[in-house]
Nanobody, 110 residues
Framework: VQLVESGGNLVQPGGSLRLSCAAS????????LGWFRQVPGKEREGVSC???????YYVDSVKGRFSISRDNAKNTVYLQMNNLTPEDTAVYYC?????WGEGTLVTVAP
């Protein structure tokens, strides 16, 4: 089982990024997948989750700005992030059950 995140980058406030989490070794559509983020010195925070039935969850701080989706054919989950702020700066990780990717860095700065 492997999860590989990509799409992190440096972006200006108000900008957008789309993160990807590509899974191998299992079919994503049977599981809930979550996006988490972590800033050095702080606890890892749950950002969004998409369940096997397609239902979605967002932490209050990203509601209306972030959108999670899943492409079962590509076995990939995406996190579309719009109207980014410096407070969104973090390493973003995807998670399924006990498995984690290595993360992708998002930096929001002028």
């Amino acid at each position: 089982v492997q999860l590989v995140e990509s799409g992190g980058n440096l972006v200006q406030p108000g900008g957008s990024l789309r993160l990807s989490c590509a899974a191998s070794g299992f079919a994503l559509n049977y599981y809930a997948l979550g996006w988490f983020r972590q800033v050095p010195g702080k606890e890892r925070e749950g950002v969004s989750c998409i369940n096997s039935d397609g239902s979605e969850y967002y932490v209050d701080s990203v509601k209306g700005r972030f959108s999670i989706s899943r492409d079962n054919a590509k076995n990939t989950v995406y996190l579309q992030m719009n109207n980014l702020t410096p407070e969104d700066t973090a390493v973003y990780y995807c998670n399924v059950k006990d498995f984690w990717g290595e993360g992708t860095l998002v930096t929001v700065a002028p």
